[in-house]
């Protein structure tokens, strides 16, 4: 999966808690959403994140299937604009909502 694209746009995702996550999610191993297994060609890589998991301050790197990653992310291609100054100014000049289309094009293929 190529996400050759502004780092940092995916922590930009709606997650579940981390604290209702079994250990293999938050290791990446399985989907964030749906729990099933993932590996390299079916992973989409949802950047690691710092969050307190169960009351204890850790990292954690979530993955997400396609099918479940697309779901939150056209969402927020939708809803970015509306939170987002380059867009407000100029929308083609925005890094973000262009790695998010082009995230959404190759997870719809």
């Known amino acids: 999966m190529s996400t050759a694209t502004q780092p940092g746009f995916l922590t930009l995702l709606e997650l579940p808690a981390p604290?209702?996550?079994?250990?293999?999610?938050?290791?990446?191993?399985?989907?964030?959403?749906?729990?099933?297994?993932?590996?390299?060609?079916?992973?989409?890589?949802?950047?690691?994140?710092?969050?307190h998991i169960k009351g204890v301050p850790g990292r954690w790197c979530p993955r997400g299937c396609r099918r479940c990653?697309?779901?939150?992310l056209l969402a927020l291609v939708q809803v970015h604009p509306g939170i987002c100054e380059q867009c407000t100014d100029d929308a083609s000049l925005c890094e973000t909502r262009r790695a998010l289309r082009t995230l959404a094009r190759e997870l719809r293929r």
Request: aromatic share 2%; charged share 20%.
């Open 69 to 72: 990653t697309l779901k939150p």
């Open 19 to 51: 604290e209702t996550l079994t250990a293999t999610q938050l290791g990446g191993a399985h989907c964030v959403w749906c729990a099933t297994e993932l590996h390299g060609d079916t992973a989409v890589d949802l950047e690691p994140r710092h969050d």
